[in-house]
């Protein structure tokens, strides 16, 4: 059994754990989140790093007042050789920013080999949280910083066209990890002769390919079952403007166990709040300029919630 | 059984009070018109999973009377009309006496928390060489407060982060 170490001292972990803020559809919050999460990590006393992977559509260092001078750009065109190099400071104690801004239209779509090597760089950065902010939409650019991160979030707006983004984003994330946990069980063969013939067999999801190759290879079945197990998405439900849309976010969480199989898990629900659009106007984040407003408490608790469940996961 | 259990989201055998709330959640969920499920289910297909939430309950129902569980006791070991202890003073206690009032065991509310029932314990009875450092003991203690219904969760996460730096010396 590891003890606790006595309280008073925050023993910063080892490796910074990584959340990434995605979701489907544009405009939902998802940039308006990730920067107010940041700020609320860095008032806890944690040191973050805030990544603004929206290359095509930058807008943290807007969004926190500050000069973007060198970016995720000078990686991808070796001008800098490490995301430490870049790091912004905000003008918040314990809060730095790697902006998207500045990128070369090229750079919107990265090739693979440049992708593998900013993911490794991110993990490699030198804070406690690493907050990447990913644009909209569900291409494999996105997918895969969400999918490696060790928490990913979702960002749902209370509207049927958020909603449906949303589901086909985590089909697509959770397909995409299906397939490389396939492949490194070795089945990849049987599940592409499964899926070929996927109406004689009935599979319409993952979860049916899933059970159907547990009957027909036990062994790599379970293999993939329980990688798949560990995934555990995590929503937010912002702009809300009805009061029964606050219980979404659980009902979705449901709606994730019946037709995915997937335990997502509900973070909390923002409602929509004009102090919100001022602090864009303002270019000063809400959770800096009023630590004690509504927006900003539910934030506080989302990201106490997110440490927390990370320092579970380390050390058990 | 386990089918009907696993159709609401339970484990087998969770107890009454959980099916009943897992059953009004499911049933909610696939209501006509229900946003949660935008572009998941077809009208039919939300109709026939309606009938399947609603086959379980019953079927978990008389499984549960069959066995001779007649439904609503309390599981609380302090009597729920205890005084209630001062929150500043006590904040350790004042969440037990929250959590029994509530009619909650440290191990659902373990379940609801996700955080572990010997922190849960912890926490309550202020061990205070036990505890995380602050940055993680105030989210424990918020999530606890929260999970509770508690309004003064945040108040309530400095309240014990002041009486464990002041070291439960008063
Ligand atoms: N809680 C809120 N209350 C009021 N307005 C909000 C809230 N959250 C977001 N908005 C509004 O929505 C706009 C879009 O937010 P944001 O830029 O964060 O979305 P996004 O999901 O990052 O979009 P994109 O996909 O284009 O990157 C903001 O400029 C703001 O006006
Ligand atoms: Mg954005």
């Known amino acids: 059994m590891t003890e606790d170490p006595s309280p008073g001292q925050p023993i910063p972990p080892q490796v910074p754990r990584v959340w990434a803020v995605g979701g489907g559809k544009g405009g939902v919050g998802k940039s308006v989140v990730a920067t107010n999460l940041g700020v609320a990590v860095a008032r806890l006393g944690l040191r973050c790093v805030l990544v603004d992977a929206d290359l095509g559509g930058a807008n943290l260092h807007t969004m926190l007042g500050v000069s973007a001078k060198k970016g ?14 870049i790091l912004i400071p905000t003008g918040i104690a314990n809060l730095h920013l790697v902006s998207g801004a500045q990128a070369l239209l090229d750079m919107a779509n990265p090739k693979h080999a440049q992708k593998l090597k900013l993911l490794r760089q991110l993990f490699a950065i030198d ?15 996105v997918i895969d910083f969400f999918n ?16 449906e983004n949303a589901y086909h984003f985590l089909n697509a994330a959770l397909h995409r990890r299906f397939m490389q946990a396939v492949a490194k069980a070795e089945v990849t063969e049987l599940a592409k002769k499964a899926l070929a013939d996927k109406n004689a067999n009935g599979l319409h999801s993952p979860r049916e390919l899933l059970r159907y190759l547990c009957h027909e290879h ?34 979705i969480a449901y709606a994730c ?37 509504q927006f900003s408490t539910v934030i506080e608790g989302i990201a106490m919630r997110l440490i927390n469940r990370d320092r579970e996961a380390q050390h058990g | ?63 549960m009377h069959l066995h001779g569980d007649e439904g609503e006791h309390t599981n609380s070991d302090h009597s729920p009309s205890a005084p209630m202890p001062d929150p500043e003073m006590a904040p350790g206690e004042y969440l037990r006496w929250a959590r029994n009032q509530a009619g909650l065991s440290i191990r659902q509310l373990a379940d609801r928390t996700k955080i572990s029932t010997m922190r849960l314990d912890d926490i ?5 060489d036990h505890l995380p450092p602050p940055v993680y003991l105030r ?31 008063d």
């Open chain 2, 124 to 128: 309550e009875s202020e061990r205070i």
């Open chain 1, 72 to 85: 995720l750009a000078s990686i991808f065109n070796h001008e800098s050789a490490s995301l430490n190099d």
């Open chain 1, 148 to 163: 490696a991160a060790h928490d990913p979030i979702m960002v749902v707006a209370p509207t049927p066209t958020s909603i």
């Open chain 2, 1 to 63: 059984m386990d089918e009907s259990y696993e159709i609401l989201g339970l484990a087998p055998g969770a107890e009454r009070s959980e099916v009943k709330r897992a059953y009004q959640r499911r049933k909610e969920l696939y209501s006509r018109g229900s946003l949660a499920i935008y572009s998941l289910a077809s009208e039919s297909d939300r109709e026939s999973r309606l009938e399947q939430v609603e086959s379980a309950y019953q079927r978990i129902l008389s499984f």
């Open chain 1, 218 to 251: 036990p062994d790599a079945g379970s293999a993939i079952g329980s990688m798949m197990a560990g995934v555990r998405p995590k929503l937010i439900v912002n702009q809300v403007r009805r009061e029964e849309d606050m219980h979404l976010g659980d009902q």
């Open chain 1, 257 to 293: 166990h019946d037709f995915y199989g997937v335990k997502l898990e509900y973070l909390g629900g923002l409602r929509s709040d004009d102090r919100v659009v001022s602090s864009i106007l303002d270019r000063k984040p809400l959770q800096a300029t009023q630590p004690a407003c």
């Open chain 2, 139 to 169: 989210g424990f203690v918020y999530e606890f407060a929260r999970s509770l219904g508690l309004v003064n969760a945040f108040q309530l996460s400095e309240f014990y982060l002041r009486r464990v730096a002041s070291g439960l010396d």
């Open chain 1, 127 to 141: 804070a406690d949280i690493i907050l990447i902010d990913l644009s909209a939409g569900s291409s494999f650019n």
